[in-house]
């Protein structure tokens, strides 16, 4: 793989050059906003409700508010542009030590940036964090399986500092009896979570902390159902698909919460899935597992967006390399490989520019994205689940021998 780079940097060198290009030129997208809310809290005051993440992650772009905004823009971009390098080296090495990977390694890293080139291009081109939350989650699990659990402790509690999305994999530690690791990762967070407090003085890190649960509440009136066709989480998906089913109710504020209370019943059921899933798997951290959690993650935050699809790309990587012998097997798995083709085709040229406008509305009024997600979970389910019974058998013959 770095050969492979060292050998193509040409390329990569070019996309750095107008990925900072448009970063200077373009005014708009979140990166305008995090900045925006730093120099509100360099300032002395308090960034919250517009700012959506949690206190200590303004830390990242106080220092980025220093300078004239279009170099901030260009400084994030490139912070962003060194993360991809990095993914690109960790999702080789997951996908190389996966027992599905039957691929030449040109081809699977040509596979690795025709799947994530696309997404990738969008979170820089907005300014977006999505990048840093598949590069937190990729570092933790490669650290986990290279037994650099410190280093891995740090890691998380960055994610979770920015973004809260990698928490996910504190279940994976709560399942694996990894209890000293999770308090360190909170005794990390704690700490970390003082900063903002001193720095800002004349909000005080309570009210800071206060302000940032009021303003991301699932359960309230802003997160607790998103109505915005550009929604891929449960809380959009479902309000689409259960209006059939609370169309009777004439208040909308109790069809709300029956929607609410359906979007938490299947956010359950996930996370059990979850559960049940790193219970039958091993201490080792595989492409597969990962794959799932990030695709659950993005369906019980709420406010996931069209940018979040970059943690869908990992999925999307791991079932194209199986998709070759589900073609040919026959039968309802033809059919059912087939569809998922067809559907990550869609993905890969979705765009106003490629399928036009309409098409476009077409599929975001219908929740195109969530449905890539479940039926890709459901592809992923099944997978784990010969993978399980297969690592039973190696278990049970090692045993007997």
Known sequence: MKETIRKYWPPFLIYLLICCIRSFQRPEGDIHIYLKAANVFLRGDNMYPYYLYPPPSILIFAPLSLVEEPVGRVLWAIFNFILFIRILFLLYDFLEASIL????????????LLSCMGMIDHNIQLGQMTIVMLWTSLEFCHLMNHKKELKAVFVLAFGIMMKLLPGIFLLWLFVKKKYK?????????????????????HTSNQVLWIDWIKTINPFGNRFGVESSHTVISLNGFLLKYTELLTGFVSSTDVQTKWV?????????????FLWSLYRKTTDKLSILEISISLLVCVLIFPH????????????????????????HAGGHITFISTIMLGLFLVFTIYG?????????????SNRYFSWLILISLLKLGFIAQKKIKSDSRVVVQTQQE
């Open 352 to 364: 106003r520019d490629t399928i036009g406008d309409k098409m476009v509305d077409l599929l975001d």
């Open 181 to 201: 690791l999770i308090a360190l990762v909170f005794i990390v967070l704690l700490s970390i979570s003082l900063f903002p407090g001193l720095l800002n003085t």
């Open 101 to 112: 990977m039957k691929i030449k390694p040109r081809q699977l890293m040509l596979l690795i």
């Open 304 to 327: 996931q967006m069209k940018y979040s699809m970059l943690l869908f790309t990992p999925a999307m990587i791991l079932i194209l390399l199986t998709l070759k012998s589900d073609i």
């Open 260 to 272: 609410s209370i359906i979007v938490n019943f299947f956010r359950i059921v996930l996370i059990m």
